[in-house]
């Protein structure tokens, strides 16, 4: 159905729309990447005993009895790869009262360089979005391939969405059709998923869902989603969600809740309150309480192996002074994991986690901007530290110049200690024209410690980007330059 | 009114007009010639001003060569004085009417009645009338002169109407008290509605248009003739765009919407379309509309509220992290705002430049340890993570080399790891690797289900079911 709509709405919109709005990026990067490579060694040749042992140049290889060879990982060759992407967004509108027609596309290529090394680069083609819309004061219907947002997350589909104001400050809509794999956009009985997984579903699904807002007064909202997908052959569900928000803000605090089902469970998968307060001066306050547990799809075995999350608490202060020009920030957050209810485990690993952030950005001229941070994170068997500092020169209204330096610990997972990353990185934004804008990066790694059975960090990345907008009033901005 | 009274009005306007420069139109303006010093050589004011009350300007004040007589440079100094210039006036006032108005009434005409000094009339004691002295016969509608609400139009013309005076003269009007209100310009619609014929005696279009984009829609602005004169008087001058006082409330990111489409011509008062498209970049049609019935920014024209003023920090620093919930609970409409391509750059992973940290996705692994991304907003961490974790040579397809090699024992610890971080396993892991040991059709039969597992959800998918618990899992069919 979208792929029928897009043709449709780009040929009708400069022949029959008032008003055409075309955004386009064109991207190029360079990336150089070592992926990991399997190799082996005779077991005569590895001294020790047991399985896993470690070679006289510090690998570590996993001995299994009875394999005459030891097997590890290896940083593999340095392979280079500089992917395309191109970006095309249309809006027109203009068609008819309150009709509007919006196709997003998304073509990949690749110049020279080792192929198949960057997600979804054999992706050709992909249409991320091609939807006609009916929008009036009380009702606005969508049909073609889109996205649902709401408390479940981001959901792309094929099909219907209606919503409408049946009475002031309510919002109810309704949405239908063929759901796709998020972040994929493509069917789960494609071959996307086939690809990557041996037990990938052979049937389609098909989703529906509503979503319900209300605001009874200025400052307070209360929404409700419901969606199941199910599959389409009948063998039952791939999934179905349900979800309750709450928010209310006045003046100087807010407060919300939000609740997350799995209703085919009947598990929680997440609820959180999150106070933020701004009274007078120059201290912002927030906190958070949050239980989190991890969710898959039903067609995955996943949620058989009975995964357990954790809560979480959460605290943190910003400070502004010099009329804002000086921002600290602090953010501290401890978590409790849940019983994993494993009693044979040989490994004691940590039952709670923690986390601290300290940052600042100092503006000492209204052209400059100097930010740093740095984070801690301690898990049940993870860690890592990260720190960076920067610096930003506008250049003129839109055009900007930032450097920055950075150093992470790399998360080790279960694994040896895989040493410190080390990395500066550059972007330019540069106005070319009122509506076009190109925006340059690059950035090297270095990662002097990596042992020799771990990943290899030290790379080279690029990037070009150019964004541009075509269009008349009352078009609106196309990007902003991105970032927050 | 007297007669008497009325006549004493008609004579003080008249010496109103021969002492000050803006009726006599004396070179230079202002009362240049010493009345007192002559007081005992003329007895009259009609000696010099014959002509006041019979509407006949040449003789409404002396020729130099009067003044020429004594003033000979011999007798006495010589004076520049080369004659009275044409009279140019705002006011809507004549000698000769009121003249005849007082001779009517019976009453005789005095010019000190209005242009005496002092408290009480003396000869060739005068000075420019003021407008107190009209408003002490006349009715007038305020307690003073410039005081609301009188309407300046009863006694003086529009500008469009005093061609004469010049842009200059036009800058030294006085300003009413009342201009001087701090809410002046946020209120001086509605105060000046009833009287605002009054407005056009100093003011003109461009005076409007100088802040108002919209003056082209203000009926009351329309009314109002072009005057280049005040054209030449705006011309660089800033446009004014004071804070209301709701605007100032810490809400009103939230409420504005509300008034907005309730009465968007008052917002087109004082904004632009960049007003709104500073934030509301999101093309959304609700917004698009209201957007539309702002001006736009044209050439010339006022430029409306400068959009730098009202952006302001609607989210907090978080927000990369709070935007769902925010969406989800309706609080905010995030596309009045947002662009849709804001949303998909991320979302649909295209470049995470506007969402995730530079180098993100050498950095991102503690994000989902700690599920503080919250992935699984917009990803299917099991098949989209993979699908790069394959191509990186990370993600499983053998699983013989030494991968988890901080543990020595991991095949018999890794349950536990795994039911606390599952989401990373499944990044790496197929589920076919899981199925080896852990299935009760084949492998070794391990059971994975944990403490309290009721395998409700999984009826509910049963194919699911089949993988561990037929012989034969249905590879590609449904599963």
Redesign the interface.
């Known amino acids: 159905m979208a792929g029928l709509l897009l043709p449709g709405v780009l040929a009708a919109a400069p022949l029959g729309a008032q008003q055409v709005?075309v955004?386009g990026?064109s991207?190029m990067r360079y990336i150089e990447?070592r992926?990991?490579?399997?190799?082996s060694v005779a077991e005569d040749q590895v001294p020790g005993s047991?399985?896993?042992r470690q070679l006289p140049d510090g690998r570590?290889?996993?001995c299994?009895p009875g394999?005459p060879f030891c097997?590890?990982?290896r940083p593999?060759e340095r392979v280079a790869a500089v992917p395309l992407?191109q970006?095309l967004?249309a809006?027109a509108?203009g068609l008819g009262r309150?009709v509007?027609g919006?196709a997003?596309l998304?073509m990949r290529s690749a110049l020279g360089g080792s192929a198949?090394?960057?997600?979804?680069e054999d992706d050709a083609v992909e249409l991320?979005?091609a939807y006609a819309?009916l929008?009036r004061?009380r009702y606005?219907i969508r049909a073609g391939r889109q996205?649902q947002?709401?408390?479940?997350?981001?959901y792309?589909f094929d099909g219907m969405n209606a919503g409408g104001e049946p009475v002031a400050r309510t919002?109810v809509e309704v949405y239908a059709g063929r759901s796709l794999?998020?972040?994929?956009?493509e069917s789960r009985a494609g071959g996307?998923?086939?690809?990557?997984?041996?037990?990938?579903?052979?049937?389609h699904g098909i989703i529906a869902g509503a979503h319900a807002?209300?605001?009874p007064a200025?400052?307070v909202?209360?929404?409700a989603?419901y969606q199941a997908d199910f599959?389409s052959?009948g063998?039952?569900?791939?999934a179905?969600l349900a979800?309750l928000?709450?928010?209310w803000?006045?003046?100087?605090a807010s407060v919300?809740v939000?609740v997350e089902t799995?209703v085919?469970?009947?598990?929680l998968n997440e609820a959180?309150v999150?106070v933020?307060a701004s009274p007078r001066g120059p201290v912002?306050l927030?906190g958070e309480l949050r239980r989190?547990r991890?969710?898959?799809?039903?067609?995955?075995?996943?949620?058989?192996?009975?995964?357990?999350?954790?809560d979480?608490a959460r605290f943190?202060a910003?400070w502004a002074a010099s009329g804002r020009r000086l921002l600290f920030?602090t953010?501290l957050?401890h978590?409790r994991?849940?019983d994993?209810?494993?009693a044979?485990?040989?490994?004691e690993?940590r039952g709670s986690?923690w986390?601290v952030l300290v940052g600042g950005t100092w503006l000492p001229a209204p052209a400059w901007r100097v930010d740093g941070a740095y984070r801690v994170?301690a898990?049940?068997?993870?860690a890592?530290r990260?720190g960076?500092a920067g610096v930003t020169r506008r250049l003129g209204t839109a055009g900007s110049l930032s450097l920055?330096a950075?150093a992470?610990q790399?998360?080790?997972?279960?694994?040896?200690d895989e040493g410190t990353?080390r990395?500066v990185?550059a972007?330019l934004a540069l106005p070319l024209l009122p509506r076009a804008t190109l925006?340059a990066?690059g950035?090297a790694?270095r990662h002097p410690a990596g042992r020799s059975?771990g990943?290899d960090?030290n790379q080279r990345r690029g990037s070009l980007?150019l964004q541009w907008m075509l269009g008349s009033?009352?078009?609106?901005?196309?990007?902003?330059g991105?970032?927050? | 009114m007297t007669r008497a009274r009325l006549l004493q009005a008609g004579t003080a306007l008249a010496v109103l007009a021969a002492g000050a420069g803006l009726v006599r139109g004396a070179p230079g303006g202002g009362d240049l010639f010493p009345h007192a010093v002559h007081e005992r050589l003329f007895p009259v004011c009609e000696s010099c001003h014959a002509g006041v009350f019979a509407d006949e300007p040449a003789a409404a004040f002396p020729q130099p060569a009067h003044c020429r007589h004594c003033h000979d440079g011999v007798r006495a100094d010589s004076v520049a004085w080369t004659g009275a210039a044409p009279r140019v006036s705002n006011l809507r006032f004549s000698h000769g009417q009121h003249g005849r108005a007082l001779a009517a009434a019976g009453e005789p005409a005095s010019c000190q009645a209005c242009h005496a000094r002092g408290g009480e009339p003396a000869r060739m004691d005068v000075g420019a009338a003021t407008a107190e002295r009209c408003i002490a016969c006349h009715e007038h509608s305020a307690t003073t002169h410039m005081a609301l609400p009188a309407d300046c139009s009863r006694c003086h013309l529009p500008l469009d109407r005093v061609a004469e005076l010049s842009a200059g003269r036009i800058a030294r009007f006085p300003r009413p008290p009342w201009h001087e209100a701090d809410d002046f310009i946020l209120t001086h619609a509605t105060t000046a509605a009833p009287a605002d014929a009054s407005c056009g005696v100093c003011h003109a279009r461009q005076t409007c248009e100088r802040c108002h984009a919209n003056a082209s829609a203000l009926a009351a602005v329309m009314a109002l003739p072009q005057d280049t004169r005040v054209a030449q008087l705006e011309r660089g001058r800033p446009a004014v765009y004071p804070l209301p006082a709701g605007h100032a409330a810490a809400d009103w990111h939230l409420a504005h919407g509300t008034a907005a489409r309730a009465a968007v011509g008052s917002c087109a008062n004082c904004h632009t379309r960049p007003s709104c498209t500073a934030c509301h970049a999101g093309g959304d049609g609700r917004a698009l509309a209201l957007v539309a019935q702002l001006p736009p920014v044209a050439p010339g024209a006022a430029p409306g509220v400068d959009p730098a003023r009202i952006t302001r920090g609607v989210h907090g620093a978080d927000v990369r992290l709070q935007h769902g919930r925010l969406a989800a609970s309706g609080q905010l409409d995030c596309a009045q705002c947002h662009a849709r391509a804001e949303c998909s750059e991320c979302h649909a992973a295209a470049d995470s430049r506007a969402f995730h940290l530079p180098n993100f996705v050498e950095r991102h692994a503690v994000d989902v340890f700690t599920g503080r991304g919250e992935c699984q907003a917009c990803h299917s961490t099991d098949t989209f993570c993979r699908a790069c974790h394959a191509q990186a040579g990370i993600a499983s397809g053998d699983m013989k080399a030494a991968f988890h090699d901080g543990q020595p024992m991991w095949v018999l610890s890794h349950g536990r790891a795994a039911r606390l971080g599952l989401e990373a396993c499944a990044s790496c892991h197929r589920q076919s690797d899981c199925v080896q040991c852990h299935s009760a059709a084949g492998g070794w039969g391990v059971n994975p289900h944990g403490p309290g597992f009721t395998g409700r959800g999984e009826s509910r998918s049963a194919a699911s079911c089949r993988l561990c618990h037929l012989a034969s899992p249905p590879r590609g069919s449904g599963s």
């Not at chain 1, 992926?35 to 190799?39: E, G, I, M, V």
């Not at chain 1, 063998?235 to 791939?238: E, K, N, V």
């Not at chain 1, 803000?249 to 100087?252: E, K, L």
């Not at chain 1, 898990?379 to 993870?382: D, P, T, Y």
Request: no cysteine; proline share 4%; glycine share 14%.
């Open positions: 709005r955004t990026a991207t990447l992926p990991l490579a399997r190799d047991g399985l896993l570590t290889v996993r299994v394999d097997r590890y990982s593999g992407l970006d967004e809006s509108w309150g509007r919006f997003h998304r198949g090394i960057w997600p979804q991320l979005a819309e929008e004061t606005r996205w947002v709401s408390g479940l997350g981001f792309n919002w794999v998020r972040g994929m956009n996307a998923l086939e690809a990557i997984e041996e037990f990938a579903p052979a049937a807002r209300y605001r200025t400052g909202a209360l929404s989603s599959r052959d063998a039952g569900l791939f179905e979800a928000h709450a928010s803000q006045g003046g100087a919300e939000a799995d085919a469970t009947l598990g959180r999150s933020h912002a927030h989190y991890p969710y898959f799809e039903l067609w995955t075995i996943w949620g058989a192996f009975s995964p357990v999350g954790f979480e943190g910003t920030r953010d957050a978590r994991y849940g994993a209810g494993v044979n485990s040989l490994d690993f986690g986390g994170e898990g049940f068997g993870a890592r990260d960076h920055q950075l992470f790399r998360l080790y997972e279960f694994r040896l990353v990395g990185t972007e925006f990066t950035a790694y059975g990943v960090w980007r009033e009352p078009s609106l901005p196309a990007w902003n991105g970032g927050q």
